[in-house]
Structures are given as C-alpha cells and as structure tokens.
T-cell receptor, first 113, second 111 residues
C-alpha cells in the first residue's frame, strides 16, 4: 500500500470547529493528494502537493487548506467545519514521475454534526 | 474543464454472467487508468492504458482504450462474488500528475 497512513481514521465533530487530517508516507514520494468521496460524485480532488511547501488547489478546494512542511506529511485542514464537509477523505501519492497511477491511503471518515 | 463520465452507475450481475462498464472523457487523454474499490476500502490501481486501441487483460478482466483516446471500457467475464465493488476510470489533466475520476460503476453480484 505504498506506506501511506491516515489519521484519524474516524472523526465526529461539530459545525464550526477546526479539523486537521493527516496523511503520512514513508517512501519519500514527491506528489501527494487529498480527495473527498461522496455518493454519486466519485473522487474529487481537494488539494495536491508537488513538493515541500508546494501546493495547489483542486476542483473542490473551498473551505479547505493544506500544508506540507515535510516530504512525508501532508495535512488537510477544515478551518470551520460544515455539515457539507461530511465525507470520506482519501490521501494518495504518485510514485515517481511519468506514470500517473496513484496509490491511496485507507481513508478518514469525517462526520460534521 | 475535463469531465470523465461512467455508465452505468450501478450494475447488478448474476454470478457467472459477463458485463461491461464504459468510461467517456470530454477531452482526448494521454492515458486512462482503472481502479477498483471494495466496499469499505480504498481505491486500488488496476491498470493503465496508453496507446490508441490498446487492449489489456487481467485474468477475467479486459480493458480497452478507444481509437480516439476519449473512451474506455472494462469487460468482466464470468463474474464472481470477488468482483463486487466500485470500478473507477481516471484520466490525467493539466500538469502536475493530477487525475480526473469518473463517478464509478458500482457492481453488485447476485449468487
């Protein structure tokens, strides 16, 4: 599974609270991604990173911010969680350059009440 | 922006039967990838197709990339209960190794 872990695996929080999800990889991959998965929408890219301190927005970035201060960690923050952000969040990496195939972490199930 | 669509959204299959799921892109793709997600699991990379008209097989799964490189199909022969899950296609967009995923085909197998 390309050495990807996500924490926490499950979280329940209340509307308006900040939430940070962590993605950790052990194999020094350059590219890391955050997706959300909702019924009927497949996987939608929130933010991605192409190196330490290099990040960019995906298609559904509103309400989310990211940080990558170390190669191995990519953090996703919901500054003020809303019920519409209830979802399953997946982190992914790409191994090497050229090939685009992605490898996913186990996911975090977030419920915002 | 680029859109990737999959049909059908749901596929109920009798065990032992064949079925096909389709993927269509609004733009020409340099390659197309397929992923499988088991219930409660995470997406797992299956295969990548690069050439126009390319056909690849993995046991009972046959993947095809269209001649115009805008569509793809996945055909499963003699469906088994182990085939249950959601199958996603994905195509790269812009630079930076980003993928656009289709909405997926959820496969349910009736024993």
């Amino acid at each position: 599974d390309a050495g990807i872990t996500q924490s926490p695996r499950h979280k329940v929080t209340e509307t308006g609270t900040p939430v940070t999800l962590r993605c950790h990889q052990t194999e020094n991959h350059r590219y890391m991604y955050w997706y959300r998965q909702d019924p009927g929408h497949g996987l939608r890219l929130i933010h991605y990173s192409y190196g330490v301190k290099d990040t960019d927005k995906g298609e559904v970035s509103d309400g989310y911010s990211v940080s990558r201060s170390k190669t191995e960690d990519f953090l996703l923050t919901l500054e003020s969680a809303t019920s519409s952000q209830t979802s399953v969040y997946f982190c992914a990496i790409t191994q090497g350059s050229g090939g685009y195939e992605q490898f996913f972490g186990p996911g975090t199930r977030l419920t915002v009440l | 922006g680029q859109q990737v669509m999959q049909i059908p959204q749901y596929q109920h299959v009798q065990e032992g039967e064949d079925f096909t799921t389709y993927c269509n892109s609004s733009t020409t793709l340099s390659n197309i990838q397929w992923y499988k997600q088991r219930p409660g699991g995470h997406p797992v990379f299956l295969i990548q197709l690069v050439k126009s008209g390319e056909v690849k097989k993995q046991k009972r799964l046959t993947f095809q990339f269209g001649e115009a490189k805008k569509n793809s199909s996945l055909h499963i022969t003699a469906t088994q209960t182990t085939d249950v899950g959601t199958y996603f296609c994905a195509g790269p967009w812009a630079a930076g190794n980003k993928l656009t995923f289709g909405g997926g085909t959820r496969v349910l197998v009736k024993p």
